[in-house]
């Protein structure tokens, strides 16, 4: 049995909602939470700088209104995704934001920074880091971090080549902390099937683009719906790191999604140069979609979600 914190023990659901970038803003957040299910945001989809002060005051007042009205029903917790890389020039900023709102759970990505863990941590916040392999999972813990995302092959955005299978099995033989596996979860079976092998959650981003809260043009959330595995490429090219695609913003973007040159990983970055730019040209997508059928509200995805997983279980006590 994983060892859980305090923050993470008795969620309404085993769901974080991945920090989409672009995407992710206070209403998405927000509807998750009170779906519930973890709602996550990257600190850097609030521009300028200032607006994340704003959107943080709106996401913890908005959530300590509805759990004082729902003391039976309370909503999950949220987090915040943080770029710990050396190009992002605005994290003390923004984990100074954090740590005066007092943000629960902090996501770090690109990085394990052991000053960053050591600060939410004391603020009574924990820290879940996303790692692509076992080797970047103890670098992680070493560094201090309180729990794991496994970014397995298959998610959106910047993803791994390793198995699920692997990946949580690695990771399992020496951490018993709180794990998440992404890559490919859009149905509720697939919620089940992370957790019994040995996934204490599952971590999803894709599916919450195609719902009416989510900061995406119409075109990105339709041509998700219209989409399936086979229509994910594989790519470094626009950031420096591996990442999936959607083939269609590609050809939109008049480039050839079978013939991408390779690019210079030590020349990152988070979509801010360029004539067309990820992520907001180039649309990140994991190759779980094919069962996003339509553009639905939050609650309604985490509804379905929530029933799959409800039957799924069912099926195996019979």
């Given at each position: 049995?994983s ?20 995407i992710?803003?206070?209403k998405?957040?927000i ?31 908005t ?10 029903k309370p909503?999950?917790?949220?987090a915040?995704?943080q770029i ?21 759970i ?32 103890h ?23 390793k ?8 990771i ?14 859009a149905?509720?079976?697939a ?6 092998m040995?996934a204490?959650m ?14 995406a043009?119409?075109?990105?959330k ?23 695609y ?21 020349k990152m970055?988070f ?10 040209d ?14 639905v ?7 379905r ?14």
């Amino acid at each position: 049995m994983s060892r859980l914190p305090p923050v993470l023990e008795n969620l309404p659901f085993p769901v974080v909602g991945s920090p989409l970038f672009i995407i992710s803003n206070p209403k998405l957040v927000i509807a998750q939470c009170i779906a519930g299910v973890v709602g996550s945001m990257p600190a850097l989809n609030a521009r300028p700088a200032e607006q994340l002060e704003d959107w943080l005051a709106e996401i913890t007042e908005t959530l300590d209104a509805y759990n004082k009205a729902n003391p039976d029903k309370p909503a999950a917790p949220f987090a915040i995704n943080q770029i710990v890389h050396r190009s992002n020039d605005r994290l003390d900023h923004d984990m100074a934001l954090c740590e005066k709102y007092k943000v629960p759970i902090i996501i770090t990505s690109l990085g394990a920074r052991e000053d960053v863990n050591k600060a939410v941590q004391a603020w009574g916040g924990i820290v879940l880091h996303d790692v692509i392999n076992n080797v970047f999972a103890h670098k992680a813990i070493d560094k201090g971090a309180d729990g794991l995302i496994c970014v397995a092959a298959g998610a959106g955005g910047h993803a791994s080549v390793k198995s699920p299978f692997a990946m949580v099995q690695e990771i399992r033989e020496w951490f018993d902390g709180p794990l998440l596996l992404a890559g490919s979860i859009a149905t509720g079976n697939a919620i089940l099937a992370a957790q019994a092998m040995g996934a204490d959650m599952a971590y999803i981003g894709s599916p919450f683009i195609a719902t009416d809260e989510a900061r995406a043009v119409d075109g990105y959330k339709n041509m998700i719906v219209e989409s399936n595995s086979d229509d994910i490429v594989y790519s470094n090219f626009y950031t420096g790191i591996h990442g999936n695609y959607l083939k269609g913003s590609i050809r939109n973007a008049g480039m050839d999604p079978d013939n991408l040159p390779e690019s210079d990983p030590s020349k990152m970055n988070f979509g801010d140069g360029g004539e067309k730019r990820a992520w907001r040209d180039i649309w990140g997508c994991g190759q779980g979609i094919g069962a996003i059928r339509e553009v639905v509200p939050t609650a309604t995805l985490v509804a379905r979600l929530r029933r799959e997983y409800d039957e799924a279980k069912s099926r195996l006590c019979q």
